[in-house]
């Protein structure tokens, strides 16, 4: 499992080094793997040389067991900045769109996820706790991840009145509590007024920090753009969209950006 921005920045960091022998090691690896699944193909958007790496470890795989699973926000006739081979891969191939988990769904992936702790079947009320206070996915996922580690601590699986203490963060108003979270955290760390954070300003101190609140909030909750936009004074699906590409795009290109980005979710 690699996302793009980790296939590219593998590829980019040794290719710069003019370390051949390790990116062809890193090739050969793959080529050896049953299944390749490289998420987030949007980020590729534009970077031809990582494109064209990509098509020739697909030639490079020819005739082998692995087999390729991308994932991306939009259909393949949508990406853009895609080259036509690369294209033309992905729409040779089988193509699913995934809905979002509905709750009878979701209930099934965190049953899953918490067996994967090896301490016994999840009870569902705990399940049910988990889903009253969040509706995101990986919010979800976390919590049980956290209920996971705590009950291999205790060597049995916990019951919901645990949750609590081991998820005190999560409550019924998740949501505005990681915008305020969100906002408050990139004021203090760009040193901009909160205020330039809830709604479109012209001041160009505060573009990045704005853009940057809104991927974190779409990061840590998984608000639909919809809300998202209205929760920065947004009306414009388009608007939010593309501030959330184009921090993408900057983390891709920016270590600092990067290390700033990793270090804003922790604080939250």
């Not at 390790?22 to 958007?45: K, M, S």
């Not at 996820?113 to 399940?127: F, K, L, M, P, W």
Request: with cysteine.
């Amino acid at each position: 499992y690699l996302t793009s921005r980790r296939f590219t920045s593998r590829f980019v960091s040794e290719h710069r080094a003019k370390q051949m022998d390790a990116l062809r090691a890193f090739e050969v690896d793959l080529c050896h793997r049953r299944l390749v699944l490289i998420d987030d193909v949007n980020g590729l958007a534009g970077r031809t040389a990582t494109q064209a790496a990509l098509v020739r470890l697909r030639e490079r795989a020819h005739g082998t067991r692995t087999r390729f699973v991308f994932t991306a926000s939009r259909h393949p006739r949508e990406l853009d900045g895609i080259s036509p081979r690369l294209r033309s891969w992905f729409m040779g191939g089988v193509l699913l769109r995934l809905k979002t988990p509905d709750r009878g769904w979701l209930e099934d992936i965190l049953a899953e996820r918490a067996r994967s702790y090896g301490v016994g079947d999840v009870e569902a009320d705990v399940i049910d706790w988990v889903l009253e206070r969040t509706s995101s996915v990986h919010g979800a996922v976390e919590v049980i991840d956290r209920w996971g580690a705590a009950s291999a601590e205790m060597r049995r699986p916990l019951e919901a009145e645990w949750l609590q203490e081991i998820a005190p963060s999560v409550t019924a108003t998740a949501r505005q509590e990681i915008i305020r979270r969100a906002k408050e955290a990139v004021a203090g760390h760009y040193g901009v007024a909160r205020p330039l954070l809830d709604s479109p300003t012209k001041v160009r101190s505060a573009a990045l920090p704005r853009r940057v609140a809104m991927y974190l909030v779409y990061r840590a909750a998984a608000l639909p753009l919809k809300d998202l936009g209205l929760a920065f004074g947004l009306k414009s699906h388009s608007s939010v969209s593309r501030a959330i590409q184009q921090i993408r795009a900057d983390r891709e290109t920016d270590p600092a950006l990067e290390h700033v980005i990793d270090g804003l979710l922790a604080r939250m």
